[in-house]
């Protein structure tokens, strides 16, 4: 099965949420380099669609879905 990397992220979020740079790719990218997270795309991909309005105005929710995530299944290992 193939992991979503660093990169893979923000395609995917230039993609879903027309996001180049944010104050929380920081965070994110430390959960890929040192937490070795395996998450897919399609997971993380999941997490970035915006589903409300607010989510659409203000795309930090659906980073923060991301990131929670992320932390949860780091746990799991």
Known sequence: MSYCTYEG????AK???NLE???LFDEVKKLFENG???VT???VAERLMPRTSHEKDN???CLEKVIEF???EKRKR
């Not at 992220?9 to 995917?12: K, M, Q, R």
């Open 59 to 61: 795309r930090t929710p």
């Open 36 to 38: 070795r997270v395996e």
């Open 41 to 43: 795309r399609a997971d």
């Open 70 to 72: 992320m932390k949860r």
């Open 9 to 12: 992220f923000t395609v995917l």
């Open 21 to 23: 740079d944010h104050i």
């Open 15 to 17: 993609n879903f949420l």
